[in-house]
């Protein structure tokens, strides 16, 4: 019974025996035994090369997208930052640990460099970095991509909004280290790779700097990267919305002096006219952030034109009073001069050109005026008046929107 048992046990142990042998856990792979060798000695807070060894590292920036907050005048963009250097501390035989040339890392277990966005609109948050894995090659060389979310500061200039460029920059630099410890360089030429288009700002152009600065204190330079972004604003929205409705109500606030001078309906369309106006300035405020210098053009132009409607308000009050008062005098010698010279017939009111008012509209002015020469020759001062200022009109008009599209 006992024997029995005994060799139950020992076929067990056997078997369990032989379950252990072909499940064997993996002994250490190359990459442990690798990473164990370089990291277990490894201070990643320390920059791994002697206090007067340069550390060279090169950045390259990709965009992905961009975006422009004009109320918080913050500029951001997306992208990835493909960062290397070479680190002396990190490199291998690959021929000792089974070929292999390349590891991936926690990004955390590696010296990286401090580079931060110097003009960082997120105060004390200056974590751009996303946490991806670094690459650490054989050779020493370190890859690191990590996607990026910067946000800068940028000064607005909305002169010419909507047709406006704004050029943001972003300045990268080491926070603590010198130009000679660390040595940046950027490519040339930064990738454009817009996967999510912003629907008001395109890139048009990005320039790249390498600023060397020195300051008053010490000798060593200081290095930082500049990349200027220059954003366009799509304009095919606000084109419909804002132009064509400047000139229309330009071409209204000229027909106002077409109505016959004694015609009461001038005040009523200037009226409407200012409501317009008004209408858009109000729009304006609210589109617009509040600047100070800078006032967007078409805003300038909008106010000018409320004032010019407003002027031209006051002459058709002043008009309509010389069509429709009943005058006893006829008008003085040097306007009926004017009226009959040159002037008068430059604008077409001179005592034989046909455009004068009818009978008909004298009718509506007083009937029993018909004929009456001294109210006839009145009826033209006030016609003279409302083709003078609309000449006048037409010369603001037309010098304005030359000046706008320049
Ligand atoms: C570090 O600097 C010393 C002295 O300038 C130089 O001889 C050495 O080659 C440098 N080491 C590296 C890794 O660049
Ligand atoms: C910095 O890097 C650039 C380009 O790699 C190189 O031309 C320059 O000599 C380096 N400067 C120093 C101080 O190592
Ligand atoms: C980038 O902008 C700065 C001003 O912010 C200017 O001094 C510099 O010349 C610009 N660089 C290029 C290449 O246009």
């Given at each position: 019974?006992?024997?029995?048992?005994?060799?139950?046990?020992?076929?067990?142990?056997?078997?369990?025996?032989?379950?252990?042998?072909?499940?064997?856990?993996?002994?250490?792979?190359?990459?442990?035994?690798?990473?164990?060798?370089?990291?277990?000695?490894?201070d990643p807070d320390v920059r791994p090369a002697e206090d007067y060894n340069v550390t060279n590292i090169t950045l390259k920036m990709?965009?992905?997208?961009?975006?422009?907050?004009?109320?918080?005048?913050?500029?951001?963009a997306?992208g990835i930052l493909q960062v290397d250097w070479t680190d002396d501390k990190l490199?291998?035989?690959?021929?000792?640990?089974?070929?292999?040339?390349?590891?991936?890392?926690?990004p955390d277990?590696v010296w990286r460099p401090d580079l931060v966005l110097y003009n960082n609109a997120r105060g004390s948050d200056n974590l751009h970095y996303g946490k991806?894995?670094v690459?650490?090659?054989?050779?020493g060389k370190v890859l690191w991509v990590p996607?990026t979310d910067y946000h800068s500061?940028?000064?607005?200039?909305?002169?010419?909004?909507?047709?406006?460029?704004?050029?943001?920059f972003l300045k990268i630099g080491s926070w603590t280290y010198d130009g000679f410890k660390l040595n940046l360089t950027a490519s040339?030429?930064p990738?454009?790779?817009?996967?999510?288009?912003?629907?008001?700002?395109?890139?048009?152009?990005?320039?790249t700097d390498r600023n060397i600065v020195y300051y008053k204190c010490c000798t060593e330079p200081y290095i930082d990267i500049q990349y200027?972004?220059?954003?366009?604003?799509?304009?095919?929205?606000?084109?419909?919305?804002?132009?064509?409705?400047?000139?229309?109500?330009?071409?209204?606030?000229?027909?106002?002096?077409?109505?016959?001078?004694?015609?009461?309906?001038?005040?009523?369309?200037?009226?409407?006219?200012?409501?317009?106006?008004?209408?858009?300035?109000?729009?304006?405020?609210?589109?617009?952030?509040?600047?100070?210098?800078?006032?967007?053009?078409?805003?300038?132009?909008?106010?000018?034109?409320?004032?010019?409607?407003?002027?031209?308000?006051?002459?058709?009050?002043?008009?309509?009073?010389?069509?429709?008062?009943?005058?006893?005098?006829?008008?003085?010698?040097?306007?009926?001069?004017?009226?009959?010279?040159?002037?008068?017939?430059?604008?077409?009111?001179?005592?034989?050109?046909?455009?004068?008012?009818?009978?008909?509209?004298?009718?509506?002015?007083?009937?029993?005026?018909?004929?009456?020469?001294?109210?006839?020759?009145?009826?033209?001062?006030?016609?003279?008046?409302?083709?003078?200022?609309?000449?006048?009109?037409?010369?603001?008009?037309?010098?304005?929107?030359?000046?706008?599209?320049?």
């Open positions: 019974m006992a024997k029995t048992y005994w060799i139950v046990v020992l076929v067990l142990i056997s078997l369990t025996g032989f379950t252990r042998t072909d499940n064997v856990p993996i002994t250490e792979t190359w990459q442990e035994k690798l990473v164990k060798k370089l990291l277990s000695n490894y990709t965009f992905v997208r961009v975006e422009l907050d004009e109320d918080k005048y913050v500029f951001s997306y490199k291998w035989n690959p021929a000792q640990y089974g070929n292999l040339d390349v590891i991936r890392t926690n277990s991806t894995n690459l650490i090659y054989h050779n996607p500061f940028c000064e607005l200039n909305l002169r010419l909004w909507p047709f406006d460029y704004q050029t943001c040339e030429n990738e454009i790779d817009i996967s999510v288009p912003n629907n008001e700002w395109s890139i048009r152009k990005v320039t200027n972004i220059t954003l366009q604003r799509h304009t095919s929205t606000h084109k419909a919305i804002v132009i064509s409705p400047a000139f229309v109500i330009m071409l209204l606030s000229l027909s106002v002096f077409w109505l016959p001078p004694h015609c009461g309906e001038k005040i009523v369309l200037n009226a409407v006219i200012i409501l317009i106006v008004t209408i858009f300035l109000i729009y304006f405020a609210q589109q617009l952030p509040a600047m100070s210098g800078n006032t967007p053009l078409i805003v300038n132009f909008f106010s000018t034109t409320l004032y010019l409607v407003a002027i031209s308000t006051i002459t058709s009050v002043i008009v309509l009073r010389l069509a429709r008062t009943r005058h006893f005098q006829p008008p003085s010698r040097v306007l009926k001069s004017q009226l009959d010279g040159c002037l008068g017939s430059v604008l077409g009111v001179s005592s034989g050109s046909g455009t004068l008012p009818s009978d008909e509209d004298k009718e509506a002015s007083g009937g029993e005026n018909i004929g009456d020469p001294k109210q006839r020759d009145w009826l033209r001062v006030a016609t003279l008046i409302d083709r003078l200022i609309f000449v006048i009109y037409l010369i603001i008009y037309i010098i304005s929107i030359i000046y706008y599209s320049l």
